[in-house]
């Protein structure tokens, strides 16, 4: 079975920096893509940034602000998170797929498996 977990979530200062931090277990998706989305409240939940291999897509909010980064070896994926903005409030969800192809990577549906969610709270 399955398990994706979040962790790193918490409130900060705009300006101020966050790492979230990304655990799957049941498969390897070495081959497959490991990303990140967001819901605000009141908002559709939307991709902040993905990776499968060398292909990496950020949302144009988070560019130059946030990194993706993966470890295949312990299955994980991070997010850097920097130069927060209120608006970046939100609940993150981690998510994985092993059968996204690179044209697939934006779309919320192609991914098999999520997470529960971490809280990021960023005050002006």
């Known amino acids: 079975q399955v398990h994706i977990e979040e962790s790193g979530g918490g409130s900060v200062q705009a300006g101020d920096s966050l790492r979230l931090s990304c655990a799957a277990s049941?498969?390897?998706?070495?081959?497959?893509?490991m990303g990140w989305f967001r819901q605000a409240p009141g908002k559709d939940r939307e991709l902040v940034a993905t990776m499968r291999g060398g292909s990496i897509v950020y949302a144009d909010s988070v560019k130059g602000r946030f990194t993706i980064s993966r470890d295949n070896s312990k299955n994980m994926v991070y997010l850097q998170m920097n130069s927060l903005r209120p608006e970046d409030t939100a609940t993150y969800y981690c998510a994985a797929g092993a059968r996204l192809i690179t044209s697939t990577l934006r779309i919320e549906t192609a991914y098999d498996y999520w997470g529960q969610g971490t809280q990021v709270t960023v005050s002006s």
């Open positions: 049941g498969r390897s998706f070495r081959t497959g893509a």
